[in-house]
Each structure stands twice: as structure tokens, then as C-alpha cells.
């Protein structure tokens, strides 16, 4: 069974940048999909990014197309996401969450496999 971990969050300045990383184990990887999704409080999940099986196909919600960017290392087992330009608006617990497909989906009930989550705070 697929294991997701995540890190990287933590507390930027309106306008920094952070890497999150996500590491998988259980299973090898470029069998799935990862997307990252993250949650406001009071707010619902939301897509953020996603990523297919070996890269080819990759999705942003609008509201982080150019600033962020999804990668991923099959080789070593890992999926990152560049967050740049941070705004107060995209503080949140940004988890992983991988799906047995070889495409993207925005709805997080299609992922099967999720991460514990990290907290990315962003304040002056």
C-alpha cells in the first residue's frame, strides 16, 4: 500500500517561497499519480497541482498557475511542489494524495492514498 509523507511547510513572509516535499513508500511510485490539495480553515479542500504517472500531464488550479510548480523523481521515490510569490491566501495544511491512474483529477475522492499533511503559514 502506497505511503505518503509530507514536509517542507512552515511560516514564509508574504511573497517567499517554499518547497514541499512529499515521499512515497509501500509501493513504487510511477504506478500513480500525486496531486497536492490543501485546506483553509473553515474552507474545503481544493485542488492545487497534480502530476502524472511519469510526468507527461500536469494540472494547476488557477489560482497558483505560474507561481507554483509540481515535479517528481520516480527514481527516488519523491514529489515536490515549488511554491513562489506566496500570498496570505495560500495558507493552508497542503497534503499529497495519489491515485492508481495514469491522469490527473481534481476531486480529491479519487485519491485513495493520502499524507498527514504540512502547514504552510504565511503572514508578515
Known amino acids: 500500500q502506497l505511503q505518503l509523507v509530507e514536509s517542507g511547510g512552515g511560516l514564509v513572509h508574504p511573497g517567499g517561497s517554499l518547497r514541499l516535499s512529499c515521499a512515497a513508500s509501500?509501493?513504487?511510485?510511477?504506478?500513480?499519480?500525486i496531486a497536492w490539495f490543501r485546506q483553509a480553515p473553515g474552507k474545503e479542500r481544493e485542488g492545487v497541482s497534480c502530476?502524472?504517472?511519469?510526468?507527461?500531464?500536469?494540472y494547476y488550479a488557477d489560482s497558483v498557475k505560474g507561481p507554483f510548480t509540481i515535479s517528481r523523481d520516480n527514481a527516488k521515490n519523491m514529489v515536490y511542489l515549488q511554491m513562489n510569490s506566496l500570498k496570505p491566501e495560500d495558507e493552508a495544511v497542503y497534503y499529497c494524495?495519489?491515485?492508481?491512474?495514469?491522469?490527473?483529477?481534481?476531486?480529491?475522492?479519487?485519491?485513495?492514498?493520502w499524507g498527514q499533511g504540512t502547514q504552510v503559514t504565511v503572514s508578515s
Open positions: 502530476i502524472s504517472r511519469y510526468g507527461f500531464i500536469t
Open positions: 509501500g509501493f513504487t511510485l510511477n504506478y500513480y499519480t
Open positions: 494524495a495519489g491515485r492508481d491512474s495514469s491522469s490527473c483529477s481534481r476531486n480529491d475522492y479519487d485519491y485513495a492514498y
